[in-house]
Structures are given as structure tokens and as C-alpha cells.
């Protein structure tokens, strides 16, 4: 994969990391505000807490399996078109769910989270 396609793949996952962690704190912000009876300052460090670690360790999961599979794997950038693609996300959300599983356990036995 050229200097120039990692570059665009990395670029791409990091817009797409900031994108999920607004969208992120934005739903953890409405539901925890109303339930908790927070001012707005209070509730939006509660949402912060509550999805920061979760969304890291699940990206953690998806992207270092992606990775593996466009950088050793395939050696190529995978695209949407492809049936491989969509064979790799599987694998990758699955080890994303493995990743997040236990911070959320902790994060839900600590208080910060609520359970569903």
C-alpha cells in the first residue's frame, strides 16, 4: 500500500473517530441529562465520561483488526464494492464488541454508565 493510500485510510479513520465520538456524546448527553436531572456543564461531563473509554476501546477492537487485514492481509485498501470488505468490518465490530465488553462492565460497575 503506497505512503499515500495510508496516509487517506488514517486520515479517513480519524475524521471518522471524531465524527462517532460527537455523535457519541451528543446521544449520551440527551439521554443522561434528563434521567439525572444535570445542568447542561454537569451532564456533558457525565456523557464525556460515560462514552469516552467505551467508544475507544470498541475503535481500538475494529481498527487494529482492520488494519491487520488492509496492511498483512490484503495488502491493499479494502473498498466498500467488495465483498471482503464487508467480511472484515464483521470481524472487525465482533473484535471491537470483545474490546469495549470489559470497560463497560467496569464502567457500569463503577457508577458511570447505566444499565440497560
Given at each position: 500500500?503506497?505512503?499515500?493510500?495510508?496516509?487517506?485510510?488514517?486520515?479517513s479513520w480519524i475524521?471518522d473517530y471524531i465524527?462517532?465520538?460527537?455523535?457519541?456524546?451528543?446521544?449520551?448527553?440527551?439521554?443522561?441529562?434528563?434521567?439525572?436531572?444535570?445542568?447542561?456543564?454537569?451532564?456533558?461531563?457525565?456523557?464525556?465520561?460515560?462514552?469516552?473509554?467505551?467508544?475507544?476501546?470498541?475503535?481500538?477492537?475494529?481498527?487494529?483488526?482492520?488494519?491487520?487485514?488492509?496492511?498483512?492481509?490484503?495488502?491493499?485498501?479494502?473498498?466498500?464494492?467488495?465483498?471482503?470488505?464487508?467480511?472484515?468490518?464483521?470481524?472487525?465490530?465482533?473484535?471491537?464488541?470483545?474490546?469495549?465488553?470489559p470497560i463497560n462492565?467496569?464502567?457500569?460497575?463503577?457508577?458511570?454508565?447505566?444499565?440497560?
Open positions: 500500500m503506497s505512503f499515500y493510500n495510508r496516509n487517506c485510510l488514517l486520515g475524521i465524527f462517532a465520538f460527537l455523535v457519541g456524546i451528543f446521544f449520551q448527553y440527551f439521554s443522561i441529562k434528563p434521567m439525572k436531572k444535570l445542568s447542561p456543564g454537569k451532564a456533558l461531563k457525565a456523557a464525556l465520561k460515560a462514552d469516552s473509554l467505551s467508544l475507544g476501546f470498541w475503535q481500538l477492537g475494529m481498527y487494529g483488526w482492520m488494519a491487520i487485514a488492509f496492511f498483512l492481509i490484503f495488502k491493499q485498501r479494502l473498498e466498500a464494492n467488495d465483498d471482503r470488505f464487508w467480511w472484515m468490518m464483521q470481524i472487525g465490530m465482533l473484535l471491537g464488541f470483545c474490546t469495549a465488553f462492565w467496569w464502567l457500569i460497575k463503577k457508577g458511570i454508565k447505566e444499565k440497560m
